[in-house]
Structures are given as C-alpha cells and as structure tokens.
C-alpha cells in the first residue's frame, strides 16, 4: 500500500532519506491514476530545489564499458566528497515488459558507496529508450542533495537523442580496434556529443587508441560546432586505473564553466524543459487516444479495411484521428 500523503513525499526526499526517495521513484513511474497525482504534486513541491546538480549523459554501443566507466567515474567522484546518484535504463523486454539487464549488478562497489545512489529503470514504451520518467527522478535526485547525476543509455541508437535533451554534457564512449571505428557509431551523435572518450586506453590497447583518437579528431573537424563556446575533445580513458577516468571529469568541468560565463548553460536548460513539456503532451495524446471507448470500437473495423485495401493509412490515420 503506497502512501497518500505527498508532505511525506516531500520531507522525505529533501532529508536524504534513501528509502523515501526510492519509494518515490516508484510512485513516479506508477501508472495508477491516483498515484499520478500524488506524483505531481510532490514534483511541484521540490521543484524551487532542483537544478544544482550537473548533468551527466553516456552513450556508447554495446561492450564499450559503460557500467564500467560510471563506476570508475561514480567511485572517483564519491571519494571526493560528491553525492552521486546514477540512472540506468535498461532495455525493456518487449513481451514481459521487464528489464533484460541489471545494472546494478554489474556496478557492486559503487552500490555500496554511501555517497552513491544507483537507480535502474526500464525503457518502456519510451522509443529513446530513455525511461519515461527519467527527467522527474533527475529531479527528485537534485532535491535530495546530489550534485551529480549520471545518466547510463541503453545505446540502442534511438537513446541518444533523449539523454542528449536532458543532461549539460553528453558523453559519447568509444573503443579501439572495433573494426572501423566510425561505422559503429552514426554522424548524428557525433554531432551531439559534447566530448568523446575512448575508453579501455591501457595496457596493449593503446597504440590502437591513439590510432583511433587520430581519426575521430579527423571527424570531428568536419562537423560545424555547436556552439562558438566549445568544440568537442577527443579523450582518452580507462575504467580499470583508479582515477583512469578523471580528465573525463575536468573535461565536464571546464564546458561547464565556460557555458555558465556565456548563458549557454541557461539556454539550454530553457530549452529542455521546453522539450520536455511537448514530450509529455504527446504522451497524453496517445494515452488518450488508446484510451477513448468510440476509438477503441472503430479501431477492429477501420484496421480491417486497411489490411484488406478498402482505405490508405493515411485516410484510415485521419479518421481515427477525428474521433479524438
């Protein structure tokens, strides 16, 4: 039985209190009506005490070492007195509809941190890949004191694009020796990312490494720059080196420094609240839409009439859409 008291909520969170804040997190990402709006009341409540915290994204394929890299990362930054608190989003399976992976488990120490909070959260319905609800819990972890929020993509290709719109630097994560290098990964986030890391630079690895850092600093110069503030470095990292990954860290700390003294930082968390209002429109449309009994009547017969030719999707789209 979930509690109704949204004060509790609130009090919880802004204590620290793990237990509350996890219990949170759940009412969060219920999808019981009366749940909701408890949800949206405690949101409106810390809202005046969120936004302090810098935001983290990281991508990268798979078997780049991303659970990895964010527990060197998380274990580094805990250790120095930061609240760090990570999000993964796992991949949810189509059919139970529950995650595949468990992050958490791949994250042991770093679990155990008492600076640390470790959060996983399936993908949904959500086509990033991206929890639906990652933005509030985002939230709700500023509230409660962390200053640093790590978000983990599923790195699936659609993910990218989601972390991107909600976090101050999105990390793109790379390895040596994968083939070519820049087929594994599309154009399009290398124009997203605000720094690139290649990743596992130790041991035998790094002649291949700085061949392949050569390359992607090649690429990059052919892709115009965001903003006349920064252009996107080409790092190297590795995650098994105690402090192996902390000029990742300084590299965050710097874009963060300069985008405040421009008002870019502002600007751009302007625009993804924005974003994310629209996001959450059209998501009410489509619940709506599924929801709405004389759609849900119509839906059969219409479908047959498309399947069997009678009528063009888009014509068939229109009529649905009507009903509305």
């Avoid at 599923?154 to 020796?177: P, R």
């Avoid at 014509?315 to 009903?323: G, N, Q, R, T, W």
Wanted: proline share 3%; charged share 25%; glycine share 10%.
């Amino acid at each position: 039985m979930i509690q109704t008291d949204p004060d509790s909520f609130v009090q919880g969170i802004l204590d620290g209190n793990r237990r509350m804040i996890a219990k949170t997190i759940t009412l969060i990402e219920s999808s019981l009506k009366e749940h909701q709006k408890i949800a949206f009341t405690v949101m409106e409540k810390i809202l005046p005490r969120t936004g302090n915290s810098i935001r983290l994204g990281v991508t990268g394929v798979p078997g780049v070492g991303k659970s990895t890299f964010i527990e060197n990362l998380g274990i580094f930054l805990a250790d120095i007195g930061h609240k760090v608190a990570v999000l993964t989003v796992d991949p949810t399976s189509q059919r139970s509809g529950g995650s595949i992976l468990g992050d958490k488990t791949r994250m042991e120490k770093l679990s155990a941190h008492g600076n640390a909070f470790i959060r996983p959260s399936p993908a949904g319905e959500i086509l990033g890949g991206v929890a639906a609800k990652t933005r509030e819990i985002m939230l709700i972890c500023e509230a409660a004191g962390f200053d640093v929020i790590l978000v983990e993509t599923v790195g699936v290709g659609q993910s990218e694009t989601s972390v991107a719109s909600m976090v101050d630097f999105f990390l793109v994560l790379m390895i040596s020796g994968a083939g070519d290098e820049l087929q594994g990964i599309k154009k399009g986030v290398l124009e997203l990312a605000d720094g690139i890391a290649i990743n596992k630079a130790d041991g035998d690895n790094l002649k291949g490494v700085e061949k392949t850092k050569g390359d992607l600093e090649m690429a990059m110069h052919l892709i115009r720059p965001e903003s006349p503030t920064w252009s996107t470095p080409v790092l190297t990292c590795s995650s098994i080196v105690e402090g192996g990954t902390k000029n990742v860290w300084e590299t965050v700390l710097d874009h963060h420094k300069k985008f405040k003294a421009s008002g870019e930082f502002q600007q751009r968390r302007k625009k993804q609240t924005l974003k994310w209002m629209w996001t959450l429109v059209e998501e009410g449309l489509k619940q709506r839409f599924k929801n709405n009994e004389k759609i849900n009547e119509e839906i059969p017969v219409i479908s047959r009439q498309v399947e069997n030719e009678k009528i063009s999707p888009s014509a068939a789209a229109e009529v649905l859409l009507s009903y509305l």
